[in-house]
Nanobody, 124 residues
Framework: VQLVESGGGLVQAGGSLRLSCAAS????????MGWFRQAPGKEREFVSG????????YYADSVKGRFTISRDNAKNAVYLQMHSLKPEDTAVYYC??????????????????WGQGTQVTVSS
């Protein structure tokens, strides 16, 4: 199984980025997907999740209204569109895969597969 994130970079506060995660080696449409982030010295935290069909999404309060998660099962990909970025959004962003469920898990222990991460840096 491979999850490969891309799209990170350096952006000014107020800017936008779109992260992508390409999945391979797993039945992608049978997995819920999530985005997490980890800032230096902090624990990895949940950002957003989406069910296997894309019919349900969930966001951390800190990103609600600014970030949008989506997926394309035909392309085995999940995306995170980020707008109105803030310096506190600076972190390494990871995509992760969890087993099929009607609920979206928000803790790392529920996710089986992880990508290597992509750095997002927001300058003030």
């Amino acid at each position: 199984v491979q999850l490969v994130e891309s799209g990170g970079g350096l952006v000014q506060a107020g800017g936008s980025l779109r992260l992508s995660c390409a999945a391979s080696g797993l039945p992608f449409s049978s997995y819920n997907m999530g985005w997490f982030r980890q800032a230096p010295g902090k624990e990895r935290e949940f950002v957003s999740g989406i069910t296997w069909s894309g019919g349900k999404t969930y966001y951390a309060d800190s990103v609600k209204g600014r970030f949008t998660i989506s997926r394309d099962n035909a392309k085995n990909a999940v995306y995170l569109q980020m707008h109105s970025l803030k310096p506190e959004d600076t972190a390494v962003y990871y995509c992760a895969a969890a087993g099929l469920s009607f609920t979206i898990a928000t803790t790392t222990r529920h996710y089986t597969y992880w990508g290597q991460g992509t750095q997002v840096t927001v300058s003030s």
